[in-house]
């Protein structure tokens, strides 16, 4: 009796080894792969931020062929600088982003896109402005970086989804609130966002 008690207390203690083990590397491996997941959404935000910045880098560019039409509306062209600044001026920290600040980030680059949309409209009343060299370079890249946006904002989507369903997957649900993993928030699709900008209209 004494023997098979000394087995019985063998027996469990090895099987508490095993459930440890087992559990021990189910957190590693479930771990790593919301670390891989979190990274990748991270890497398809840096992504976006690029192409945001490509297209405010462009508007000093476009100031100076603008202005130099003197009778040009100089009120659409302050919206689209301010509207600018107020967009490069917002950061936002991709592993601590709220649904709130994406909102925001979005915002405020909506308004940039508003403000140039109203500036290319306008510049329909200027034949030369329109035919100017430096102004259709504009209009050409404008064009390929919007379609960028939206790529890459798809892509981020597509990366936020992936990350989302792991983390909110029973058991792992479990682990990713215990290792503090929290839910990604994604773009939303404004208004006739899924048309490219007609920049070159007759």
Known sequence: MK???CLSAGTIGIALLVIVGVLFFWGKSGYNNFVTKEQNVNTKWSNIETVYQKRANLIPNLERTVKSYAKFEKE???QVVEARSKATSINIDPT???E?????FQAAQGELSGALSRLM???ESYPNLKADQQYINFQREYTAIENSIRTETVYYNQAAQDYNTSIKTFPNNILANFTNFKEKPYFKAAAGAEKAPDVFSE
Not at 100 to 104: E, N, R, S
């Open 3 to 5: 023997n098979r008690g």
């Open 76 to 78: 659409t062209l302050t």
């Open 96 to 98: 601590n982003m709220t």
């Open 100 to 104: 709130q600040d994406l909102a925001k």
């Open 121 to 123: 409209a306008v510049v």
